[in-house]
């Protein structure tokens, strides 16, 4: 049984660049949520993603974007990249039947904005 | 604001000790509680799940306690072991509404175990 899986690992962009993370979720799981944990910090919650659509979003600008897929893959848009966007970008995957539910977190995937 | 702490950045205890972890939190009325344990560059792993009407939960060495009325949890490691070695994150969670799906973190306490 596959858990959530991330890509890239690691990436390095240029101020005022575009970037795209991409999230597979553990399966049977029908929502992925993304966070932003810069260093020494707990994760911020950025957006969930439901039957392709944004449900709940944290307190981050328009220049984060989000999309679902119909087979629940997700990906994490985010434009004029600034030097603090630099962090661990997080998926979280779970079922969004259960009240309480618990999140699978992937492994990250690591900005780096120079 | 929501506000949630989590009692000190760092915590080193010798192995076998019991390792108390702390996490208040503030405008908040949470209907669960999750604990999280995260190592160096890898995402956070659920330890554990308590709900407000739960005053204690247990699994294996790992015991969590919930008092809403001091809005506090505790998470306890007993014989605690080197490879308990992590940051532990706590994350209060609203039941429904704007709340539901969308945690919450404290910023984390870093626990060491010295042999």
């Known amino acids: 049984d596959a858990g959530v899986t991330q890509s890239p690992t690691h990436l390095i962009k240029t101020r005022g660049q575009q970037v795209t993370l991409r999230c597979s979720p553990k399966s049977g799981h029908d929502t992925v949520s993304w966070y932003q944990q810069a260093l020494g910090q707990g994760p911020q919650f950025i957006f969930q993603y439901y039957e392709e659509e944004e449900r709940q979003r944290g307190n981050f600008p328009d220049r984060f974007s989000g999309h679902q897929f119909p087979n629940y893959s997700s990906e994490l848009n985010v434009n004029a990249l600034l030097l603090g966007d630099s962090a661990l970008y997080l998926c979280a995957s779970s079922l969004f039947a259960d009240q309480g539910d618990t999140q699978y977190f992937g492994p990250g995937t690591r900005l780096t904005v120079l | 604001s929501q506000k949630i702490e989590q009692n000190s950045e760092a915590l080193n205890i010798q192995e076998g000790k019991t390792a108390t972890l702390t996490c208040n939190y503030t405008?908040?009325?949470?209907?669960?509680l999750q604990w999280y344990r995260q190592d160096p560059g890898r995402g956070p792993v659920f330890l554990l799940l308590i709900r407000e009407n739960e005053k204690e939960k247990r699994k294996e060495r790992l015991k969590v306690t919930f008092d809403t009325t001091l809005k506090q949890s505790l998470f306890h490691i007993t014989a605690s072991q080197p490879a308990d070695s992590a940051t532990y994150l706590c994350a209060p969670q609203g039941a429904g509404g704007t709340s539901y799906g969308k945690l919450t973190f404290g910023q984390g306490t870093i626990l060491t175990v010295h042999p």
């Open positions: 405008n908040y009325s949470p209907a669960y």
